[in-house]
């Protein structure tokens, strides 16, 4: 393998005769997986008002949403038992299942089976991906194909909206789901052909098993919370609690023993994803909003900040990618003071009295703070766990991300209810970027107390 000066590996290992088609396929993977997503956000108004399912509009993200819930800890569980390879090789065609499902539904029920399904591939591929990462490349390479992973993110990010509403105006919103089918048939290809390199798998004789019952529970803790964020009400409030408790009750079972009280080391690790995730989806989520209702920007101009996050989290992650010798928790602990800024100052933005313009400078600064912090927990997350036991943790992960995410967006809907409203909601932000940047402290907090405090 070629090195430079320093033993450092140039990016050019991903291009390896090793490493290249791996990195072809994780990356082709990704940029579907990331149009999907972007893409059926903007088609959503124009297909749910066809199918007459309006009173059902956040019902196709919620199904996905639940779905991957499952998925993600089955896919840890088959992954430690019997490694990457058979969730490799089953995502791909329950996702491109879906996209065939979606794109031909006639009636809600018929596209919400398809969401189910993309959900269900999307889930398995999580995982399924990060393991294949650990099999293929060492602990000092495994940044740069993160780096490469946030910058396959980039293209959707910016395009992916602006693509699937022309495709929706021209040729239809089916086309969103269609067209991408036979992009996923090649990386489906090419994983076929990864997988059958890989080295054959020993099970563990010993490790952690998510269970199939606290992994139904989970995602219906999950779904009730996001539900109830979604529709703001007192009946929302008790429902969006008992799903809290039923939630809390699952993680016990589904996260490394010690997460929710950050026990140094790996329970760290997973924590900080919840932290730093939910930190920043809870601006992301109310910063169009904002931008809105706040400072009058029109709905192109109050996405333009979104747009930033993703070159500034390419921009993080690329640049943690070059510095291969990094300290892993000193880039996750800049990530968080990065992070803490950024949300800190949406409590500025979000008042009538202060320029909507920083928005943009914010969301430049986040985003690098999530680009230099995202990989870095990857990283030590498979830095810090037995090979028998990378699915469950990888699962419980993604899994945090998800809970965080869920339970800091439905904050600010309960505090956009009972202190301000859509129409004027800066009473509202300024509370919650006040809760945001405290949590983001408390992850730098964290990360300064870390074993040998590398």
Excluded at 5 to 27: D, I, K
Excluded at 213 to 219: G, R
Excluded at 258 to 266: I, M, N, Q, V, Y
Excluded at 331 to 343: D, M, P, Q
Aim: net charge positive.
């Amino acid at each position: 393998m070629t090195r430079t000066v320093g033993a450092q590996p140039r990016t050019s290992v991903l291009w390896s005769r090793e490493h290249r088609l791996v990195t072809v396929g994780l990356l082709l993977v990704v940029t579907l997986v990331a149009f999907e997503g972007m893409g059926v956000a903007t088609a959503m108004p124009t297909l749910v008002a066809e199918l007459h399912g309006l009173a059902l509009y956040s019902w196709p993200f919620t199904t996905f949403l639940v779905v991957s819930v499952v998925a993600t800890v089955l896919s840890g569980r088959i992954g430690d038992r019997r490694g990457p390879r058979p969730a490799l090789l089953v995502g791909p065609v329950l996702f491109a299942a879906g996209l065939v499902v979606a794109g031909t539904a006639g009636s809600m029920p018929v596209l919400l089976v398809g969401r189910a399904l993309q959900g269900f591939g999307s889930g398995f591929l999580l995982v399924a991906v990060s393991l294949l990462i650990a099999l293929t490349f060492t602990d000092r390479e495994r940044p740069l194909i993160y780096a490469a992973n946030a910058a396959a993110w980039v293209l959707p990010a910016v395009v992916g909206p602006s693509v699937s509403g022309l495709v929706t105006v021209t040729i239809g919103w089916r086309w969103v789901f269609l067209g991408l089918v036979p992009l996923v048939a090649l990386g489906f290809a090419l994983l076929i052909v990864v997988t059958r390199r890989l080295p054959a798998h020993a099970p563990p004789k010993s490790g952690r098993r998510a269970g199939v019952v606290a992994a139904v529970l989970a995602a219906l803790g999950v779904a009730a919370l996001s539900w109830a964020a979604q529709h703001p009400s007192p009946a929302a409030f008790a429902y969006g609690a008992a799903g809290l408790v039923v939630l809390a009750v699952a993680l016990r079972k589904l996260l490394p023993a010690g997460t929710l009280t950050s026990r140094p080391g790996l329970p760290t690790v997973v924590a900080s994803r919840a932290l730093l995730s939910g930190a920043y989806a809870g601006m992301e989520a109310y910063l169009p909003l904002t931008m809105t209702s706040v400072h009058g920007y029109s709905p192109a101009l109050a996405g333009l900040p979104l747009t930033i996050t993703a070159f500034g989290w390419s921009a993080g992650s690329m640049i943690q990618g070059r510095f291969l010798d990094w300290s892993r928790e000193a880039s996750l602990r800049t990530g968080f003071a990065l992070v803490a800024v950024s949300v800190a100052g949406f409590g500025f933005v979000a008042q009538p009295w202060f320029p909507g313009w920083v928005a943009c400078v914010l969301c430049a600064v986040g985003g690098a703070g999530m680009g230099v912090a995202m990989p870095a927990i990857s990283v030590l997350l498979l830095r810090y766990s037995p090979e028998g036991e990378r699915g469950f943790n990888t699962s419980a992960m993604q899994l945090a991300d998800w809970v965080g995410s869920a339970l800091l967006i439905g904050l600010g809907g309960v505090l956009l209810a009972a202190v301000a409203s859509a129409a004027q909601p800066a009473a509202a932000m300024g509370t919650l970027s006040a809760v945001l940047a405290l949590l983001a402290l408390v992850g730098v907090r964290l990360t300064s107390r870390w074993p040998g405090h590398v």
